[in-house]
């Protein structure tokens, strides 16, 4: 099978509707033409009735004779020009006149049903076309008329201006291929554009745009909309290679303090206090180790969105107390004290351990970053269609301009001004994450110094 071009096939398709187009032109226009044709051959045979009509006298005293001298010397004179034949017959069908470009020929006499009808015949091997009209004196018939016209003219013009539009067709649709082909190739550069573009970008060279077309037509945004999927490949990209960075440069920092603390304690013998003492400092940093992992393969599966979530009833009261309970060591080193108005039960229909995991990094930082003896308030509010939670802190808040950037991986406000608080920035990127996933209303509040407050709006449900 033939393979055509893109450009091609454009062509090929435009023409084979514009050869049907032209063909059905052709056809009306031939069929026009023919019937003009026609219809003027007929109105001339048919004045040429009336004319003779008109013109021939009836001689009732010699058994109707038809008199014909006027008719005769007027054919005369114009015998040479006129392409009309005329043939008179009596009752008798016997010859009583005829034109003289007739010579020795004899016009047909058609069966009387085909009488004042128009005949197409053959006169000496000549196509005409006749009529035969019955001549009547007091309803009584007493012959015939009979006007015929010559159809070698009509039928030459016809068959030229069938060999023209034959001839034409063919060279009409060439050069047309040629036109289409042209405005086709024209037309698509700005495909050829996409192709050579595309053909340059790689994971290391994603930086090529394609240049957008001046006529903001449907290549403009074939156009357009590449570029934008490139801008979020590019995007993607580069939060992938941050994020392996990141990840190697945190799994990277405990461990090392875990070789250096280890090699420490092999140096020499120590007595049993100091073992114990390094091996809790040990045990401490694989926790957060493990912390660490169990949160970046959280977010690997939000990456390859692979995280299932389920829907049960969640009693927000007792999860929060469970929460506050796992974190009561680091409140009591803190010196925080922690306010929550749970005057009633509170519920939702969720999936109980991410909620756990939202409200538990939602408050491990409220305890980080607390000031001593700060307080952090959790209260309910209960609104027409939704039940809200906020949480707040009298931390060292966060600036505006870092506010719309922690929900970032690995990113923390200020970590160089307090680098005694710890942590990878990765709890509330995972919340923000979480809170999309089940359709929980998430927005932060803070100001710097004063504290922050964590807005959850969650859906109201019945209990199931």
């Given at each position: 099978?033939?393979?055509?071009?893109?450009?091609?096939?454009?062509?090929?398709?435009?023409?084979?509707?514009?050869?049907?187009?032209?063909?059905?032109?052709?056809?009306?226009?031939?069929?026009?033409?023919?019937?003009?044709?026609?219809?003027?051959?007929?109105?001339?045979?048919?004045?040429?009735?009336?004319?003779?009509?008109?013109?021939?006298?009836?001689?009732?005293?010699?058994?109707?004779?038809?008199?014909?001298?006027?008719?005769?010397?007027?054919?005369?004179?114009?015998?040479?020009?006129?392409?009309?034949?005329?043939?008179?017959?009596?009752?008798?069908?016997?010859?009583?006149?005829?034109?003289?470009?007739?010579?020795?020929?004899?016009?047909?006499?058609?069966?009387?049903?085909?009488?004042?009808?128009?005949?197409?015949?053959?006169?000496?091997?000549?196509?005409?076309?006749?009529?035969?009209?019955?001549?009547?004196?007091?309803?009584?018939?007493?012959?015939?008329?009979?006007?015929?016209?010559?159809?070698?003219?009509?039928?030459?013009?016809?068959?030229?201006?069938?060999?023209?539009?034959?001839?034409?067709?063919?060279?009409?649709?060439?050069?047309?291929?040629?036109?289409?082909?042209?405005?086709?190739?024209?037309?698509?550069?700005?495909?050829?554009?996409?192709?050579?573009?595309?053909?340059?970008?790689?994971?290391?060279?994603?930086?090529?745009?394609?240049?957008?077309?001046?006529?903001?037509?449907?290549?403009?945004?074939?156009?357009?909309?590449?570029?934008?999927?490139?801008?979020r490949i590019e995007n993607a990209v580069e939060r992938e290679k941050q994020f392996t960075s990141d990840a190697s440069h945190e799994l990277r920092t405990p461990l090392a303090i875990l070789k250096g603390t280890l090699e420490v304690l092999v140096r020499k013998p120590r007595n049993q206090s100091e073992y114990e003492e390094k091996i809790g400092f040990c045990v401490k940093e694989v926790d957060r180790l493990n912390q660490l992992v169990d949160e970046?393969?959280?977010?690997?599966?939000?990456?390859?969105?692979?995280?299932?979530?389920?829907?049960?009833?969640?009693?927000?009261?007792?999860?929060?107390?469970?929460?506050?309970?796992?974190?009561?060591?680091?409140?009591?080193?803190?010196?925080?004290?922690?306010?929550?108005?749970?005057?009633?039960?509170?519920?939702?229909?969720?999936?109980?351990?991410?909620?756990?995991?939202?409200?538990?990094?939602?408050?491990?930082?409220?305890?980080?970053?607390s000031k001593e003896n700060g307080k952090i308030n959790i209260q309910f509010f209960e609104e027409e269609e939704a039940l809200l939670c906020s949480i707040s802190d009298t931390g060292i808040g966060i600036s505006a301009e870092d506010i719309g950037k922690i929900v970032h991986p690995f990113y923390r406000a200020q970590a160089y001004n307090h680098p005694e608080i710890k942590g990878v920035g990765l709890g509330l990127s995972i919340v923000n994450r979480?809170?999309?996933?089940?359709?929980?209303?998430?927005?932060?509040?803070?100001?710097?110094?004063?504290?922050?407050?964590?807005?959850?709006?969650?859906?109201?449900?019945?209990?199931?």
């Amino acid at each position: 099978m033939v393979s055509f071009s893109y450009k091609n096939r454009i062509a090929f398709n435009y023409i084979l509707s514009t050869a049907l187009l032209i063909s059905i032109v052709f056809f009306a226009v031939y069929q026009i033409i023919l019937h003009n044709v026609n219809a003027h051959i007929n109105f001339n045979i048919q004045e040429e009735v009336k004319k003779h009509i008109d013109e021939i006298e009836i001689d009732t005293n010699n058994s109707y004779l038809i008199q014909v001298d006027q008719w005769r010397a007027r054919e005369h004179n114009t015998v040479n020009v006129n392409p009309v034949f005329v043939q008179f017959l009596d009752c008798n069908n016997e010859l009583i006149d005829k034109s003289p470009n007739l010579k020795g020929l004899k016009l047909h006499l058609f069966p009387a049903k085909d009488n004042n009808k128009l005949k197409d015949v053959f006169l000496n091997s000549k196509p005409i076309r006749q009529i035969q009209v019955p001549l009547y004196d007091n309803n009584v018939q007493i012959g015939y008329l009979f006007i015929a016209m010559s159809l070698d003219d009509s039928i030459v013009i016809l068959q030229k201006l069938k060999n023209i539009l034959l001839i034409s067709f063919p060279l009409i649709l060439l050069v047309l291929f040629f036109i289409a082909r042209l405005i086709a190739g024209r037309s698509i550069k700005p495909v050829v554009a996409i192709t050579e573009t595309s053909s340059r970008i790689t994971r290391d060279n994603l930086k090529d745009r394609i240049v957008l077309p001046q006529n903001k037509d449907e290549l403009f945004v074939l156009s357009k909309t590449i570029n934008d999927l490139l801008d979020r490949i590019e995007n993607a990209v580069e939060r992938e290679k941050q994020f392996t960075s990141d990840a190697s440069h945190e799994l990277r920092t405990p461990l090392a303090i875990l070789k250096g603390t280890l090699e420490v304690l092999v140096r020499k013998p120590r007595n049993q206090s100091e073992y114990e003492e390094k091996i809790g400092f040990c045990v401490k940093e694989v926790d957060r180790l493990n912390q660490l992992v169990d949160e970046l393969l959280l977010l690997a599966r939000f990456e390859n969105q692979k995280l299932n979530s389920k829907n049960e009833d969640v009693y927000l009261n007792a999860l929060i107390l469970d929460i506050l309970a796992l974190h009561s060591h680091s409140i009591k080193e803190n010196k925080v004290s922690v306010i929550s108005s749970l005057d009633k039960e509170y519920y939702t229909q969720s999936d109980h351990y991410l909620i756990g995991i939202i409200f538990s990094n939602i408050l491990s930082n409220a305890i980080k970053y607390s000031k001593e003896n700060g307080k952090i308030n959790i209260q309910f509010f209960e609104e027409e269609e939704a039940l809200l939670c906020s949480i707040s802190d009298t931390g060292i808040g966060i600036s505006a301009e870092d506010i719309g950037k922690i929900v970032h991986p690995f990113y923390r406000a200020q970590a160089y001004n307090h680098p005694e608080i710890k942590g990878v920035g990765l709890g509330l990127s995972i919340v923000n994450r979480l809170c999309a996933l089940l359709k929980i209303g998430f927005s932060i509040e803070s100001q710097e110094e004063i504290g922050t407050t964590v807005y959850l709006r969650f859906p109201k449900h019945s209990l199931s």
